[in-house]
């Protein structure tokens, strides 16, 4: 169908602090033609102290729903006026939704991430051994869905060990059950950790644009090929983490799945609109052929 921009075009879009290379529009847009919205999403790169501005826009040009993306989605919390359940105990959000002037935050990773881990395999977390790489908004979200589906052991690496203290102490209040240890990126336990490992995850930036020469892990680190190494990052396709966890042997999967299915949860959560998986499928070819166009 024939998208116009006209008198009445709504702006939606995504902030971010370094978004030159996100495809949330491309997945956006398609979803808004599909279903024949008039409606255009944009990327706004953004400082942290322009979030208070952006949030008074969001509301003055009744901007009916934002994404929200690194590094900014634990500090936009504070600024909505309500924040949905999971996301606020997450400590971490990514999507504003404008009910009426009213604005609510969600958090749609958490079901990104479940559905990806569904779709791909059918792997099951349950009982499981995981090490999350860094412990920022999107790792928080990475590690709420890894307790809620009753992983044994979580082990947190990151560079700002306070940080992953936090998530540490927040979340043991929420579920008591779960082994949740926390290590800094350098720590020498991380070999003894990855050999009793089913899932290796990366949740920092490391690897993505402009650092996709940077990798998490510390060279020396052998990655067993038992473990299913995830990153979050989807462009490049294939991170050097990926390329070494592939070239070791593992079965690997990079962030293109959990960005589609949290870009779907979030045009649900605004339109009231559920597309059906065809739809689903259609749009990840479609950003599976972005990702191999660009790189
Ligand atoms: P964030 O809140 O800014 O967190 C960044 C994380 O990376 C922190 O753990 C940070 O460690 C670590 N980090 C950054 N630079 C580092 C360095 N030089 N050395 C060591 N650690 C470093 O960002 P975020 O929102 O969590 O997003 C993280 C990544 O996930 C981004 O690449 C984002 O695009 C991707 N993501 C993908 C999806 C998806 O749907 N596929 C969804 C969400 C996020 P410190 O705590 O020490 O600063």
Redesign the pocket.
């Known amino acids: 169908m024939k998208t116009e921009i006209n008198g009445e075009t709504g702006t939606i879009g995504i902030i971010g602090?370094n978004i030159k290379k996100s495809l949330s529009p491309l997945l956006h847009n398609e979803l808004l033609k599909y279903y024949s919205l008039n409606n255009c999403y944009l990327p706004f790169q953004i400082s942290e102290n322009q979030i208070k501005v952006i949030v008074e826009w969001i509301r003055a040009l009744n901007i009916k729903e934002m994404n929200v993306?690194?590094?900014f989605?634990?500090k936009i919390i504070s600024f909505m006026d309500n924040i949905e359940e999971s996301a606020f105990r997450v400590g971490?959000m990514?999507t504003v939704i404008n009910k009426n002037g009213i604005l609510w935050g969600y958090n749609t990773?958490l079901e990104?991430?479940k559905r990806s881990l569904q779709v791909e395999g059918k792997m099951d977390i349950k009982g499981k051994n995981a090490i999350v790489l860094?412990?920022?908004?999107?790792?928080?979200?990475i590690i709420y869905a890894l307790c809620e589906e009753n992983t044994k052991e979580i082990s947190i690496f990151?560079?700002?060990l306070d940080?992953a203290k936090k998530i540490q102490k927040e979340y043991r209040a929420f579920f008591p059950n779960c082994l949740l240890q926390i290590f800094s990126?350098e720590d020498r336990i991380m070999q003894d950790k990855i050999n009793h490992a089913d899932f290796l995850i990366n949740?920092?930036?490391?690897g993505?644009y402009p650092?996709i020469d940077?990798n998490?892990l510390p060279e020396n680190i052998i990655i067993p090929d038992y473990i299913m190494a995830y990153d979050?990052?989807?462009n490049p396709a294939k991170t050097l983490f990926l390329r070494k966890a592939e070239k070791e042997g593992a079965k690997i999967m990079n962030?293109?799945l959990?960005?589609a299915y949290?870009a779907v949860e979030s045009f649900s959560l605004w339109t009231g609109i559920e597309p059906s998986q065809k739809v689903i499928n259609k749009l990840i070819r479609k950003m599976n052929e972005e990702i191999i166009s660009v790189n």
Request: hydrophobic content about 35%; cysteine-free; overall charge positive.
């Open positions: 602090g993306t690194a590094p989605k634990e971490a990514n990773d990104g991430f860094g412990a920022g908004g999107a790792a928080r979200a990151n560079r700002t940080k990126l949740t920092t930036s490391l993505s650092n940077l998490p979050l990052i989807y962030g293109g959990m960005l949290q």
